[in-house]
């Protein structure tokens, strides 16, 4: 069974200090590797997707990377309006998983000016 | 905005009850997915749908059941609810049943009595 495990479970930040989540996972064949945002209350919104072991995408104060086991999401000098919870999800090359997603916990984010 | 319309947003009912949660996917996307979220479970894949035909399912419970529309709108059904069914439940869509990005409505959060 395809398994996500992030960590830490909160961070508290503050103001311009960097920091990184990391992702584990443990999946029959990955397929692909996605990040989420959500704020409370709302549905998740897409931040990006990795394939590849080695493969990285930026956006903004955000910077995503993965290896065979595991993804960060490394959070460049946060501002408070980055403060969420951040999921990582899986999905896998089993045919009969269709293109479901395993989510992790999530990382509750919380930057303080 | 996604472009997932999910109704109605709140939905407060007595155990025993049944109910059904209403989903509109993005125009053009032939996948539809939902989802059930927790305090203690995190977000747990259900079931999908791809134009018309359930493409994979999850941990769904007999009590539930699902349908996709030839207008591809979805419907959840949920009967003889228990309080732990109480959560936000959240409906995705994507163009394909491919790797590619799920977008995520708002939720209905449900509170059974």
């Known amino acids: 069974e395809d398994q996500v495990t992030q960590s830490p479970e909160a961070l508290r930040l503050q103001e311009g200090e960097s920091s990184s989540l990391n992702c584990s996972y443990t999946?029959?064949?990955?397929?692909?590797l996605f990040w989420y945002r959500q704020d409370p209350g709302k549905g998740p919104e897409f931040l990006f997707t990795?394939?590849?072991a080695g493969e990285e995408k930026e956006k903004e104060r955000l910077k995503a990377t993965l290896t065979k086991k595991e993804s960060f999401l490394h959070i460049t000098a946060p501002k408070p309006e980055d403060s969420a919870t951040y999921l990582c999800?899986?999905?896998?090359?089993?045919?009969?998983?269709?293109?479901?997603?395993?989510f992790g916990g999530g990382t509750r984010v919380l930057v303080k000016p | 905005d996604s472009g997932v319309t999910q109704t109605p947003k709140h939905l407060i009912t007595a155990t025993g009850q049944r109910v059904t949660l209403r989903c509109s996917p993005r125009?053009?996307?032939?996948?539809v997915y939902w989802y059930q979220q927790s305090l203690d479970q995190g977000l747990q894949f259900l079931i999908q749908?791809?134009?018309?035909?359930?493409?994979a399912k999850g941990n769904i419970l007999e009590r539930f059941s699902a349908q996709q529309f030839p207008d591809l709108h979805s419907e959840l059904n949920l009967s003889s609810l228990e309080l732990g069914d109480s959560a936000l439940y959240f409906c995705?869509?994507?163009?394909?049943?491919?790797?590619?990005?799920?977008?995520f409505g708002s939720g209905t959060q449900l509170s059974v009595l």
């Open positions: 995705a869509s994507s163009v394909g049943q491919g790797r590619e990005k799920l977008f």
């Open positions: 999800a899986v999905t896998t090359m089993i045919k009969a998983a269709g293109n479901k997603l395993t």
């Open positions: 749908y791809y134009n018309g035909e359930e493409r």
């Open positions: 999946v029959s064949g990955l397929r692909g």
């Open positions: 990795l394939y590849s």
């Open positions: 125009s053009g996307d032939l996948s």
